[in-house]
């Protein structure tokens, strides 16, 4: 858990229910290394909502991994190596778990809408808003047939965005089609 030692605010959430999320993902076999289902499926959140970068991403205890990225030309960074952000706007597949607002969303268990991060103190100071320049950010949790949240479908903008109530149940709607997606993946095919 990250304090920001100014306004003493909590950024980051504890997350008590991240080995679980582990062990459910593992059960699943996603969450570990790209994907190109959910790479396409990034593709299809990024076209719909007009973010220019948008995620499939799962959330251990110490880290967030996207195994689905859009991001604004269309690269899909392969790399499992890349540790960190190595740019200003560049994304990679891995993002520690005090960057960023997936970590609310997985803890809270609800979508997150913000129109413009620097309206709220919480969020402002995270370090994605210096780092990749983020300003707005929609995302909702992918919530399994067991209750675990495995992680959050996700789009971000560099500039305020006005998502609104249709873009948060627009956000709703395609994490509930993702994990249909995923269900259909079980081995042993369970409704």
Request: proline fraction near 9%.
């Amino acid at each position: 858990m990250t304090y920001d030692p100014t306004g003493h605010l909590l950024l980051t959430p504890v997350d008590r229910e991240a080995p679980l999320r582990v062990r459910r993902l593992r059960q699943l076999g996603i969450g570990e290394r790209p994907d190109p289902e959910f790479d396409e499926f990034a593709g299809k959140l990024a076209e719909v909502t007009g973010a220019p970068y948008a995620m499939v991403n799962f959330i251990d205890e110490n880290r967030q991994f996207f195994a689905g990225l859009r991001t604004p030309d269309g690269i899909r960074p392969a790399g499992d190596t890349v540790a960190a952000v190595p740019a200003r706007g560049a994304v990679g597949r891995y993002m520690a778990r005090d960057h960023g607002y997936c970590p609310h969303v997985v803890v809270r268990r609800k979508a997150l809408v913000l129109e413009d991060v620097c309206d709220y103190p919480r969020f402002a100071g995270n370090p994605v808003v210096d780092e990749l320049g983020v300003r707005s950010y929609l995302g909702a949790p992918l919530i399994d047939r067991t209750g675990t949240v495995l992680g959050t479908v996700c789009v971000v903008d560099t500039a305020p965005r006005p998502w609104g109530r249709p873009g948060l149940e627009t956000i709703k709607s395609l994490a509930a089609e993702l994990v249909e997606r995923i269900r259909r993946r079980e081995p042993d095919g369970r409704p």
